[in-house]
């Protein structure tokens, strides 16, 4: 860990000295040259912001840390509580236009006495990690191919010594990290509406609408894909109407440490949720606790990226493994699963269409006319992050939706509202009870949408995060762990369908809460 730090007065050449001294950290750390000149702009408008409410003479703090290679930009103004971003309408417009072309929020919180920024830039990616997981499959199935050309008893050895114990050791290091990172990205990501009173009046509207909506989107396109699949009747994967209503009581634990020894999602999230409501409820008495939370949810989330460093390698051993033991056939039937996710969300899009062209009266075609550039974005990236500037735009320029409500609405939305990933996995947890012959019941289908629904909301935001999906869909669900494997090979092409999707509902669902809120502009919807 390497820290750099300097106190100065806010003064015009000190201001010139920060930028200086941030441009030359973030280009040794290798960050982004056009992302390095969007946050010297955006530092900037923050610096000067703050030397016109308090004046030259105020004292502040910037440093710059290394913690595992990895860059961060502190600044501490001393002062009252004043957030930059919404000190005015013209200087928040300017600043959030940089936000949003960076694709990254910083994060802002009073400390002690001190205005505290927080910038986490990223480093710049040496080489796509899509081409790399390709890249994996391919040398799985050509290196798979070959060995099925040897003796079977060395494959089955080479299996059961090599490959089998490397795939066991990372779905133990998935399962370890999992608790903690759903359970850190829950809490800080409800701490971070800001206050009590934000989430009493727009935020409590906004997240049960979101529920609601995402209940009722899995239902549909649930009823979708369920006729494309034959599905018996046995007793394996059964759950009766006691053990779906165990399952919803179950939700509140017992004590506050089983649902981490035992993976408990929905325990885990439900704890989540009472701690940031009661933290957002004292807000600054607790500035200690949400600095160790803002801390801790970084590092697991380092810890994250570190392991999903490691996906191609799973890839690999997981679809290795299913060629030599004779069970490549699995993953070559598998076009189905493809084909139903496509379909569910198909499905969600056309309901959305649907439900704002009559309820606001506007044209169908005019709608996606407007909605389709950021949608395209997330569709070829499968990055929200990348589709951030233009999905905010449209939602403010193109679609009439308050700049409040976008500037809340859409952080809020990709962290908790992600329809794609619930119909997702509800299509990935019927195609694989098919497969392996798992009986399915109503209640089981009850249980498979809940469990659908509040793993799309804890799923963390970070590369690597479906993987914690996929394991808890089929640990909750009692689906063998071999399909594991099977989701994440096919991830490549979920994620591009998902974020998209995600993008698309979002722009949705602002337009109905702001036309109930009364913070929608109907001209400029209709234009």
């Not at 913690?67 to 200087?91: A, Q, T």
């Not at 989107?217 to 165990?246: R, Y």
């Amino acid at each position: 860990m390497l820290n750099k730090q300097n106190e100065d007065k806010l003064t015009n050449e000190n201001i010139n000295l920060t930028i200086q001294n941030m441009e030359e950290f973030l280009n040794q750390m290798s960050v982004n040259r056009r992302n390095v000149i969007r946050f010297k702009l955006m530092i900037e408008e923050i610096l000067l912001t703050y030397q016109e409410i308090f004046g030259n003479e105020c004292a502040y703090t910037y440093e710059n840390i290394k913690r595992f290679s990895r860059p961060r930009i502190l600044i501490k103004i001393k002062g009252e509580s004043i957030n930059p971003f919404e000190y005015k309408d013209e200087e928040n417009s300017m600043l959030q236009k940089m936000l949003v072309s960076v694709g990254l929020a910083p994060n802002w919180q009073y400390r002690n006495g001190f205005n505290v920024i927080t910038l986490s830039p990223e480093k710049e990616k040496k080489h796509s990690p899509i081409l790399t997981l390709l890249f994996s499959v391919v040398l799985a199935c050509i290196m798979g191919g070959l060995c099925t050309l040897l003796p079977s008893n060395f494959c089955m050895g080479l299996s059961e010594q090599v490959v089998q114990p490397v795939f066991g050791m990372f779905m133990g290091l998935i399962s370890a990290v999992a608790g903690p990172l759903v359970f850190l990205s829950v809490l800080w990501g409800i701490f971070s509406i800001g206050d009590i009173a934000t989430f009493g009046s727009i935020g409590k509207k906004m997240v049960l609408h979101f529920l609601f909506m995402i209940f009722g989107l899995t239902i549909i396109s649930g009823c979708a894909v369920i006729p494309f699949f034959k599905m018996g009747m046995g007793d394996s994967g059964q759950v009766g109407f006691s053990e779906l209503f165990k399952m919803i009581l179950d939700i509140v634990p017992s004590n506050c440490f089983l649902p981490f020894s035992e993976g408990n999602s929905l325990q885990i999230i439900f704890i989540a949720i009472a701690i940031g409501v009661a933290m957002l409820f004292f807000n600054d008495k607790v500035t200690l606790i949400a600095r160790f939370v803002e801390e801790a949810n970084m590092i697991i989330q380092f810890i994250m990226k570190g392991v999903s460093s490691l996906v191609p390698v799973f890839v690999f051993c997981s679809l290795f493994h299913l060629i030599i033991s004779g069970k490549a056939g699995v993953l070559l039937g598998s076009y189905k699963i493809v084909l139903m996710v496509l379909l569910s969300s198909c499905v969600v899009i056309v309901v959305y269409i649907l439900i704002i062209s009559i309820g606001k009266k506007v044209s169908p075609l005019c709608l996606i006319k407007k909605m389709l550039p950021a949608f395209l974005i997330g569709l070829t990236t499968a990055s929200s992050a990348a589709a951030f500037a233009t999905n905010a735009e449209t939602c403010e320029k193109k679609l009439g939706i308050h700049k409040k409500m976008v500037d809340f609405g859409i952080p809020l939305g990709q962290v908790m509202f992600r329809p794609g990933i619930s119909v997702q996995l509800f299509s990935i947890g019927i195609a694989m009870a098919e497969m392996y012959g798992m009986g399915v019941s109503l209640p089981w289908l009850a249980a498979l949408i809940l469990v659908s629904v509040m793993i799309s909301i804890a799923a963390p935001p970070v590369p690597g995060g479906g993987l914690t999906c996929y394991t808890i869909l089929v640990l909750q669900m009692g689906i063998p762990s071999e399909a594991v494997s099977i989701a994440v090979a096919l991830n490549v092409i979920f994620e591009f369908v998902a974020t998209a999707t995600n993008i698309f509902s979002i722009q949705a669902e602002l337009i109905g809460i702001s036309g109930s809120l009364d913070m929608l502009d109907k001209d400029i919807l209709r234009n």
